[in-house]
């Protein structure tokens, strides 16, 4: 049994690396600061501090001897790190070196979530190495925290795993506010009886990877070498062919700078480290509806 640190671990995703973590043994405490989190997805077996992770003081409070921190506790979205650059700055970049200088003095592994935002968009499908060129500041945030994590590794031995999800979705998505993404936001505007509301001209695809499927990925990373790791499908769908899916009258509402046209992952670099996506997202919108 290892001893884990989850940052955002009331948030949508971080909820469920905390899940998997404690259904497989492990101890587990989680810090977040409720901003797009919820007390709801907070497993009831996990320690929790509810400190914002800017906040030097949570970091010499806490206990040394985590074996690994999970660093998912981010503001998480492209539109609002263009609308606020500054507080998105604030969190995604100074909260991470908090977390960095506190693995470098306890010698806790990172495993970092960072984002498939940071990819020019070509070629398709994208593998590790294709060109970045972040597009908005909440990509450049992520990427330069990446560079951030490998220079710990160069200067201070840190040990890391980074992951660049692509679209995540599935239970606890936020559905509403400046933080929700497109598959929570058509099923809410479905259940309300609205009209599915679609930017551009909804032809732009994304590759949609299921939330559990991203989650086991963390779990397997307590045992992977410091590298980076695509999560994606290697399918992707229009904005379009989702709405079709979730159903209901469709309005377009103009532009949307600041996003890659498509995106599609390359992910044989985290298959051959034992990790495949098991849920499409057609899969999970068709058992929804018909719940």
């Not at 905390?18 to 007390?39: A, K, P, Q």
């Not at 710990?152 to 998505?173: A, H, P």
């Not at 695809?205 to 299921?210: H, L, N, Q």
């Not at 996003?259 to 899969?283: F, M, Q, Y």
Request: aromatic fraction near 10%; charge should be negative; glycine fraction near 8%.
């Amino acid at each position: 049994m290892s001893k884990c640190l989850v940052t955002g671990g009331a948030g949508f995703i971080g909820s469920h690396v905390v899940d998997i973590l404690i259904e497989n043994g492990h101890e587990v405490h989680v810090v977040d600061d409720l901003s797009t989190g919820n007390l709801d997805n907070l497993n009831p077996k996990a320690g929790f501090f509810e400190n914002d992770i800017r906040d030097v003081n949570i970091w010499s409070l806490l206990d040394d001897d985590y074996d690994y921190v999970f660093h998912l506790a981010a503001l998480a979205r492209i539109q609002p790190s263009i609308d606020n650059p500054v507080q998105s700055h604030e969190v995604n970049l100074n909260g991470t070196l908090n977390v960095l200088e506190y693995c470098r003095k306890s010698g806790a592994k990172i495993i970092f979530s960072s984002s498939s935002s940071i990819y020019a968009g070509h070629p398709l499908p994208t593998g590790e190495g294709a060109t970045i060129d972040p597009k908005n500041p909440y990509a450049l945030q992520k990427y330069i925290c990446e560079q951030y994590i490998e220079l710990y590794s160069k200067l201070y031995d840190l040990n890391y795993t980074i992951f660049r999800y692509f679209n995540v979705f599935g239970e606890r998505q936020i559905t509403e506010g400046a933080y929700s993404a497109v598959v929570g936001i058509f099923l809410n505007q479905k259940e309300k009886g609205l009209p599915l509301t679609i930017t551009n001209d909804g032809e732009q695809r994304r590759d949609f990877t299921y939330v559990k499927d991203v989650a086991k990925a963390n779990l397997l990373a307590m045992n992977w070498p410091r590298e980076v790791y695509n999560i994606g499908t290697g399918e992707s769908y229009s904005i379009n062919e989702i709405a079709d899916m979730v159903g209901g009258e469709k309005v377009y509402i103009g532009e949307r700078i600041g996003e890659a046209r498509n995106t599609l992952a390359k992910w044989s670099k985290a298959e051959h480290a034992g990790w495949k996506p098991t849920v499409t997202i057609k899969e999970w919108v068709d058992d929804f509806i018909s719940r």
